[in-house]
């Protein structure tokens, strides 16, 4: 029986110190899930797990695509696209650049005012990315091909309805 004891105590005491809790593991970054992100490059691979042994599953190429975290894993992140395809990237292919993707077909209205009887300067293709620079209850301050105003925040994705920033 003391021997038993002892292996039991030899063993626990053997773990190792560094042992991550599942908080760590499975919210590493401490940052709110879900949350918006953008792809930092043109090329980025995402696969059908958490590491480079599962298959690649998509190819994204256009940097600054608005993608939404929906679960973390060490230093992989499962993302989601405005289409709803979900996989894994590696974190370092992602960014905290805000930007989102115009929804109203066949093209947003870009606002010079957050006001809809204000003049309209542009008109931003559906599926096309803008660059979010701040959002205030309904309206989000964007730049898109060197113009910067403003779109209704339901017609975009990659920012929450309830959300704001500056």
Same mark, same amino acid.
């Given at each position: 029986? *003391?021997?038993?004891?002892?292996?039991?105590?030899?063993?626990?005491?053997?773990?190792?110190?560094?042992?991550?809790?599942?908080?760590?593991?499975?919210?590493?970054?401490?940052?709110?899930?879900?949350?918006?992100?953008?792809?930092?490059?043109?090329?980025?691979?995402?696969?059908?797990?958490?590491?480079?042994?599962?298959?690649?599953?998509?190819?994204?190429?256009?940097?600054?695509?608005?993608?939404?975290?929906?679960?973390?894993?060490?230093?992989?992140? $499962?993302?989601?696209? *405005?289409?709803?395809?979900?996989?894994?990237?590696?974190? #370092?292919?992602?960014? #905290?650049?805000?930007?989102?993707?115009?929804? !109203? @077909?066949? *093209?947003?209205?870009?606002?010079?005012? $957050?006001?809809? @009887?204000? $003049?309209?300067? #542009?008109?931003?293709?559906?599926?096309?990315?803008?660059?979010?620079?701040?959002?205030?209850?309904?309206?989000?301050?964007?730049?898109?091909?060197? *113009?910067?105003?403003?779109?209704?925040?339901?017609?975009?994705?990659?920012?929450?309805?309830?959300?704001?920033? !500056?």
């Amino acid at each position: 029986m *003391y021997h038993i004891i002892f292996a039991l105590s030899c063993f626990l005491f053997a773990q190792p110190a560094a042992a991550q809790t599942q908080e760590e593991l499975f919210n590493p970054s401490g940052l709110q899930i879900p949350r918006f992100v953008s792809l930092k490059s043109n090329k980025i691979f995402s696969r059908k797990g958490p590491g480079k042994r599962f298959p690649i599953e998509w190819v994204y190429q256009q940097k600054d695509l608005p993608v939404e975290i929906v679960q973390e894993f060490d230093v992989w992140r $499962k993302i989601k696209d *405005y289409e709803g395809s979900e996989s894994w990237v590696h974190q #370092g292919l992602l960014s #905290g650049k805000r930007t989102a993707i115009a929804l !109203q @077909d066949p *093209y947003t209205q870009l606002y010079k005012k $957050k006001e809809r @009887d204000t $003049k309209v300067i #542009g008109l931003v293709e559906k599926g096309a990315t803008v660059e979010l620079l701040g959002c205030f209850d309904d309206w989000c301050k964007v730049e898109a091909l060197n *113009y910067k105003g403003w779109i209704e925040k339901k017609n975009l994705w990659g920012i929450y309805e309830s959300e704001k920033f !500056q």
